[in-house]
């Protein structure tokens, strides 16, 4: 079984690529992050075509989340118990937050994946990096909940971390010094849930320095090669055993109308 996950930067701007890439890997699960559209705006026929089922939850132009699977698509719930939201009460006026499209979960192939797209938390003086912090707190929590629950359940947290949780996984740390992803509390909150139970089912196939899931589109920094790691996989216990192999698509970020971030691909064992 192929499980990757892709912030995709748009689905309808780059919905030909993935096809594509799904064809090209033959991947069995394929987890998007930052769609940007709504619902009935997402390109479903054509995966459809393909064999993949599709659940996608997106309000607006902003975030959006799905899961492509053709091993069986099932119990498919939007948002994990616990997430909170964003807007009114995060902007401080008093208002109740409202619930953003950052996380979707279903059983495929009897893997309970999710495709998460954590809060960027924009500047560390910002109440949205006060937002990321609770949004990976609550993850957590429900995560290991779920362990609890099931020590031997197979879940894939799959998707766009906001996170460098490593020196080695930015090109530059002085750059990044002051700045959200590498901050010691949010790279405390992604340690969190690896000591929750969930492995980094990628790095020990992907060792570092110099291995990056994303380049900004400006100031020529793919070709410099000064990216940043913050797409991860990690697998519960169970999970994690049968992991043979994981590669990061690199050559996905060339090219023109290619999204900011490349694919990550893990390989299952039966």
Same mark, same amino acid.
């Given at each position: 079984?192929?499980?990757?996950?892709?912030?995709?930067?748009?689905?309808?701007?780059?919905?030909?690529?993935?096809?594509?890439?799904?064809?090209?890997?033959?991947?069995?699960?394929?987890?998007?992050?930052?769609?940007?559209?709504?619902?009935?705006?997402?390109?479903?026929?054509?995966?459809?075509?393909?064999?993949?089922?599709?659940?996608?939850?997106?309000?607006?132009?902003?975030?959006?989340?799905?899961?492509?699977?053709?091993?069986?698509?099932?119990?498919?719930?939007?948002?994990?118990?616990?997430?909170?939201?964003?807007?009114?009460?995060?902007?401080?006026?008093?208002?109740?937050?409202? !619930?953003?499209? *950052? #996380? =979707?979960?279903?059983?495929?192939?009897?893997?309970? /994946?999710?495709?998460?797209?954590?809060?960027? +938390?924009?500047?560390?003086?910002?109440?949205?990096?006060?937002?990321?912090?609770?949004?990976?707190?609550?993850?957590?929590?429900?995560?290991?909940?779920?362990?609890?629950?099931?020590?031997?359940?197979?879940?894939?947290?799959?998707?766009?971390?906001?996170?460098?949780?490593?020196?080695?996984?930015?090109?530059?740390?002085?750059?990044?010094?002051?700045?959200?992803?590498?901050?010691?509390?949010?790279? !405390?909150?992604? *340690? #969190? =849930?690896?000591?929750?139970?969930?492995?980094?089912? /990628?790095?020990?196939?992907?060792?570092?320095? +110099?291995?990056?899931?994303?380049?900004?589109?400006?100031?020529?920094?793919?070709?410099?090669?000064?990216?940043?790691?913050?797409?991860?996989?990690?697998?519960?216990?169970?999970?994690?055993?049968?992991?043979?192999?994981?590669?990061?698509?690199?050559?996905?970020?060339?090219?023109?109308?290619?999204?900011?971030?490349?694919?990550?691909?893990?390989?299952?064992?039966?």
């Amino acid at each position: 079984m192929r499980i990757a996950t892709w912030n995709v930067n748009s689905i309808r701007s780059r919905a030909d690529r993935v096809a594509a890439f799904l064809q090209r890997h033959d991947v069995d699960v394929l987890a998007l992050q930052e769609t940007k559209c709504r619902d009935d705006q997402f390109p479903e026929m054509m995966f459809s075509a393909l064999g993949y089922e599709v659940a996608h939850v997106g309000y607006s132009q902003w975030n959006g989340v799905a899961l492509l699977s053709r091993v069986g698509l099932e119990d498919v719930t939007v948002g994990f118990p616990g997430q909170p939201g964003w807007g009114a009460a995060g902007a401080g006026d008093g208002g109740d937050p409202d !619930a953003e499209a *950052r #996380a =979707i979960g279903a059983t495929c192939g009897g893997v309970r /994946v999710w495709s998460l797209y954590v809060p960027n +938390g924009r500047t560390l003086s910002d109440p949205h990096y006060t937002y990321k912090l609770e949004w990976l707190e609550a993850l957590r929590t429900t995560a290991a909940d779920w362990l609890t629950e099931d020590p031997s359940a197979q879940v894939a947290l799959v998707g766009d971390w906001n996170i460098a949780p490593e020196n080695d996984d930015v090109w530059d740390m002085t750059v990044f010094s002051h700045s959200t992803h590498v901050s010691p509390p949010e790279r !405390a909150a992604f *340690r #969190a =849930i690896v000591e929750s139970g969930f492995a980094d089912v /990628v790095r020990p196939y992907t060792p570092g320095p +110099g291995v990056y899931t994303y380049w900004d589109y400006t100031k020529l920094r793919f070709p410099r090669r000064e990216g940043m790691r913050i797409d991860f996989v990690l697998g519960s216990p169970a999970l994690a055993g049968r992991v043979t192999g994981a590669v990061i698509d690199r050559e996905e970020r060339k090219g023109k109308g290619a999204s900011d971030h490349a694919p990550v691909i893990v390989d299952l064992a039966d």
